[in-house]
């Protein structure tokens, strides 16, 4: 019996040493690795006799390592990332650090989703304007808003006719690419001097917004500064005020966007130390 109960501890422990894998923690993550020499047979009740050999040890590859990402349900909408009701897969710093604790997002649980479902449909046709302008909508439109574009045409005596190509390249000079179709003139496009007018460009088809614009002479001579130069061109007041848009439209727009590079950056737990200068 005691030759049988021998082999059994032996085979256990030859087992043990052909499946030893270790586990370290270092800053926060999980390192697997094993023994490169493996560790003599010992008795069960004798701790083995480990030398400077065994402590050294070879990386384990992970065959299945942890998801980075995990999928949320936005209960809000984010900028960047996705209107209210998406299901979006995000890293799972984001979802932990800022989307949890801000409580812009939830898990995509068959609960949540009828429950979220139900406040869409009480918003309405307000919802289908949101899901149309898309995840970018917001900063776009805030940006648009305090637009004074330049429209630059060379000089004429009887005047100009202002065509929608006139404004479709005066915006493509500020970073704006826009269709002839979502641009509207103003109700008289003759224009005979220089100066301010108010046209009418749409947003995915579901937002108009009224944007100034200047139209200037083209100098014939080169000059260090011009006329476009002293325009601001970002940052104005809107033309159309807050009241008068629709008060869903209003409340996203008037929303400040979400930074979610910012959001992404954790503080430093680093104590500054304050120097006394002699």
């Known amino acids: 019996m005691q030759g049988i109960n021998l082999s059994r501890t032996a085979c256990s422990q030859l087992l043990q040493i052909a499946r030893q894998k270790v586990v370290l923690r270092q800053m926060g993550k999980f390192a697997m690795v094993e023994r490169v020499r493996s560790i003599n047979l010992h008795r069960e009740d004798r701790e083995p006799r480990l030398r400077s050999r065994h402590y050294i040890y070879r990386n384990i590859e992970n065959p299945n390592p942890p998801p980075t990402e995990i999928e949320v349900l936005l209960i809000d909408n984010v900028d960047g990332l996705g209107i209210m009701g998406d299901i979006v897969k995000v890293p799972k710093k984001l979802w932990r650090n800022f989307l949890c604790q801000a409580r812009l997002a939830t898990y995509p649980t068959p609960e949540n989703i009828v429950e979220l479902s139900k406040e869409i449909k009480t918003m309405g046709d307000n919802m289908a304007i949101l899901k149309k302008l898309g995840k970018y909508s917001r900063m776009t439109l805030q940006k648009i808003r305090g637009l004074h574009l330049p429209v630059e045409l060379l000089p004429s005596p009887d005047g100009w006719t202002l065509t929608k190509a006139h404004l479709k390249v005066a915006l493509r000079k500020v970073g704006i690419f826009a269709s002839e179709d979502s641009i509207t003139l103003p109700e008289d496009p003759h224009i005979k001097t220089p100066g301010e007018f108010v046209f009418t460009l749409t947003m995915n088809e579901a937002v108009p917004l009224k944007i ?59 104590k500054e130390k304050n120097y006394i200068k002699y």
């Open 212 to 270: 100034r614009a200047t139209l200037v002479e083209t100098p014939l001579v080169f000059t260090e500064e011009t006329v476009v130069d002293k325009i601001q061109v970002w940052g104005n007041p809107p033309v159309t005020p807050d009241e008068e848009l629709d008060p869903a439209i209003r409340k996203f727009i008037t929303t400040p966007p979400i930074d979610l590079d910012a959001s992404m950056k954790t503080p430093s737990r680093r």
